[in-house]
């Protein structure tokens, strides 16, 4: 097992599952350096059951044999677990919040005081399978060896990226949001095979096999996806006949200005919860 410290979760969800799992597998740290704090008793044991870890109906109580602190709770209530927590924060903790659209600004007014360290972090839902997009920003006192902690815990669910904190709007539209944009792409494409005859559980295996191969094509060969796509199109083909009708409906438009669009979204909802002051 690693020599990471002990971390503890404030909020035992699907995400701090993940995590919870990912760490475990990585052999990061033992059970044994894990614990888990959640008002749902269902939560509670399912975590303790599936995972062997320690868990706590409050975190306050816990956070003082932690020297990682995982906030997975939902932003709505992140200022009152700030408030609940901070008392026993020090400057030997690290706390990484995982919540959508709280800013470091935001978390560090809360709990900076206590001298404590931050990082915020975006994921996204593949989690839940270990193949999370992940973005990480470091606050004010956030050291470059906390931010490597940080990206091996991370690593340990998917891929994660450093970036600077106003980059993670963008971070939100692009993979933060991107996982509904590739479930409609989804959706749509088995359609199209039920449309041209074939069975929804022949059209679903095919799909679903044909966007895996695909992407295991581009991260492994290490080409632009112009050149594989070109691998494929052949001279007065199907293919190009496809590509043709995708192109004159604007379909690479369209997934720019859905990218763009939630991106936009994101920096509306962050100005307004700063206004509110959470």
Known sequence: M????????????LMAEALIKGILQAGLVSADRLMAADPAAARRELLMDHYGIAVHAEAAPMLGNCDIVILAVKPQVMGVVLDAIAPALSSGHLVISIAAGVPLSFLEGRIGTSGCRVIRVMPNTPAIVQEAASALSGGSRATAADMATAQQIFGAIGKSVLVDESALDAVTGLSGSGPAYVFSFLEAFIDGGI??????????????????GSVKLAME??????????????????????????????????????????????????????????
């Open 221 to 278: 060969s290490g080409d632009h996806p112009a050149q594989l796509r070109a691998m494929v199109t052949s001279p007065g083909g199907t293919t190009i006949a496809g590509l043709h009708v995708m192109e004159r409906a604007g379909f690479g438009g369209v997934i720019m200005d859905a990218v763009e669009a939630a991106t936009e979204r994101s920096r509306e909802l962050g100005a307004a919860a700063g206004k509110k002051g959470q």
């Open 2 to 13: 690693g020599v990471m410290g002990k971390i503890g979760f404030v909020g035992g969800g």
């Open 195 to 212: 449309k041209v005859g074939l069975s929804r559980p022949v059209a679903e295996t095919l799909v679903l096999q044909t966007v895996l």
